[in-house]
C-alpha cells in the first residue's frame, strides 16, 4: 500500500496587520522520502518588526520534532518566514537564489542576521520553469551596493544560472558574492556613473563569464550591457574588469586602487581555487 504524503499546518506567530492579528503558519510535508518544513516562522523579536506587535509561538518551544525535519523549503526570506532557520542548521534549505541574492544584498528587505544565522546551509534553486535567459545581458551598478548580474553566467568556473549578486565593497565574508555586508562597512559609492563612449554590440546576449581574479577586480567577458541603479545604460563592453575592493576612483570599474589598498580577496570560491 502506497504511503499517503500529509501536508500540516503548524501556528507559529501572529503578527499586527492594517489593524487585526494576523496568524503566521508554517507547514510540515510528510513525504515517504523525507520530512519537509515550509518556513521556519520566528523565534525571537527585533526591533524591525516592533510595529508588527509580533506575538510568538516558536516552533523550539512547541511539541514539535525539529530533529526529524529533512529538509527546509524557504518560499522567499522576508522575517517571519526565514526567522527559525537557525534552528536547522547543517541541513540543506532550499530557497530561489534571486531571494538569497536580494536578501543579502538590499537594504531593509528583511532581517540579515536571521538569513545568515550561524550554521545555516542555503541550496539556490535557479528560476522557475518558465524564466529564461535574458535578451539582453546587463550588470545593474546598485546604490550604495553590489553588482547585480543577470545573464546565462559562469561565476569563478561554475554554472550560477541567470542571476547573481557579487560584492564591490570589499567587505564581504562571501567573496565574490554579496553577503549585504556593505550596509555594515558603511560603503558608498553613486549607481548613476558616467556614459562610457560605446557601440551597440553586435551580440546583446550569450554566455557571460566572471573570474574573481586573485586580490584583484572582476574579469567579466560576454557581451554585457551596464546599467545603473535607475536603468539607464552607461556602457556596452564584450570585456571589462570591474572593482569589488572599494576604493577605485573609477567605479564601478577597476582602477588598480587594489594594489594599494592591500585588496585581499579571500574568495569562497575562485575558478581553479
Same mark, same amino acid.
Given at each position: 500500500?502506497?504511503?499517503?504524503?500529509?501536508?500540516?499546518?503548524?501556528?507559529?506567530?501572529?503578527?499586527? /496587520?492594517?489593524?487585526?492579528?494576523?496568524?503566521?503558519?508554517?507547514?510540515?510535508?510528510?513525504?515517504?522520502?523525507?520530512?519537509?518544513?515550509?518556513?521556519?516562522?520566528?523565534?525571537?523579536?527585533?526591533?524591525?518588526?516592533?510595529?508588527?506587535?509580533?506575538?510568538?509561538?516558536?516552533?523550539?518551544?512547541?511539541?514539535?520534532?525539529?530533529?526529524?525535519?529533512?529538509?527546509?523549503?524557504?518560499?522567499?526570506?522576508?522575517?517571519?518566514?526565514?526567522?527559525?532557520?537557525?534552528?536547522?542548521?547543517?541541513?540543506?534549505?532550499?530557497?530561489?537564489?534571486?531571494?538569497?541574492?536580494?536578501?543579502?544584498?538590499?537594504?531593509?528587505?528583511?532581517?540579515?542576521?536571521?538569513?545568515?544565522?550561524?550554521?545555516?546551509?542555503?541550496?539556490?534553486?535557479?528560476?522557475?520553469?518558465?524564466?529564461?535567459?535574458?535578451?539582453?545581458?546587463?550588470?545593474?551598478?546598485?546604490?550604495?551596493?553590489?553588482?547585480?548580474?543577470?545573464?546565462?553566467?559562469?561565476?569563478?568556473?561554475?554554472?550560477?544560472?541567470?542571476?547573481?549578486?557579487?560584492?564591490?565593497?570589499?567587505?564581504?565574508?562571501?567573496?565574490?558574492?554579496?553577503?549585504?555586508?556593505? /550596509?555594515?562597512?558603511?560603503?558608498?559609492?553613486?549607481?548613476? /556613473?558616467?556614459?562610457?563612449?560605446?557601440?551597440?554590440?553586435?551580440?546583446?546576449?550569450?554566455?557571460?563569464?566572471?573570474?574573481?581574479?586573485?586580490?584583484?577586480?572582476?574579469?567579466?567577458?560576454?557581451?554585457?550591457?551596464?546599467?545603473?541603479?535607475?536603468?539607464?545604460?552607461?556602457?556596452?563592453?564584450?570585456?571589462?574588469?570591474?572593482?569589488?575592493?572599494?576604493?577605485?576612483?573609477?567605479?564601478?570599474?577597476?582602477?588598480?586602487?587594489?594594489?594599494?589598498?592591500?585588496?585581499?580577496?579571500?574568495?569562497?570560491?575562485?575558478?581553479?581555487?
Amino acid at each position: 500500500m502506497q504511503k499517503k504524503i500529509t501536508i500540516t499546518p503548524v501556528r507559529v506567530a501572529d503578527l499586527l /496587520a492594517e489593524g487585526e492579528r494576523m496568524p503566521v503558519y508554517v507547514h510540515v510535508i510528510d513525504h515517504p522520502d523525507a520530512r519537509v518544513l515550509v518556513d521556519t516562522g520566528m523565534t525571537e523579536l527585533h526591533p524591525a518588526a516592533a510595529d508588527l506587535d509580533p506575538r510568538l509561538l516558536p516552533l523550539s518551544k512547541q511539541d514539535f520534532d525539529l530533529a526529524g525535519i529533512d529538509i527546509v523549503v524557504n518560499t522567499h526570506l522576508h522575517f517571519d518566514h526565514c526567522g527559525g532557520n537557525h534552528l536547522f542548521a547543517g541541513r540543506p534549505i532550499y530557497v530561489q537564489r534571486r531571494e538569497l541574492d536580494d536578501a543579502r544584498s538590499e537594504d531593509d528587505y528583511t532581517i540579515r542576521e536571521w538569513v545568515e544565522a550561524p550554521g545555516v546551509r542555503y541550496e539556490p534553486v535557479d528560476g522557475s520553469p518558465g524564466e529564461s535567459a535574458p535578451l539582453v545581458n546587463t550588470v545593474r551598478v546598485r546604490e550604495n551596493g553590489p553588482l547585480a548580474f543577470h545573464a546565462p553566467l559562469s561565476v569563478a568556473g561554475r554554472d550560477e544560472g541567470f542571476r547573481a549578486t557579487l560584492c564591490r565593497c570589499g567587505a564581504s565574508a562571501r567573496k565574490p558574492f554579496c553577503d549585504g555586508s556593505h /550596509a555594515a562597512a558603511g560603503f558608498t559609492a553613486s549607481g548613476e /556613473a558616467p556614459v562610457k563612449d560605446s557601440q551597440p554590440l553586435p551580440r546583446r546576449d550569450g554566455p557571460l563569464v566572471i573570474e574573481a581574479t586573485l586580490d584583484g577586480p572582476l574579469h567579466v567577458r560576454g557581451s554585457l550591457e551596464v546599467v545603473t541603479g535607475t536603468g539607464k545604460t552607461i556602457n556596452r563592453t564584450a570585456e571589462c574588469w570591474l572593482c569589488r575592493c572599494g576604493q577605485s576612483r573609477d567605479k564601478p570599474y577597476c582602477d588598480g586602487s587594489h594594489k594599494l589598498a592591500g585588496f585581499r580577496s579571500g574568495d569562497s570560491r575562485r575558478a581553479g581555487g
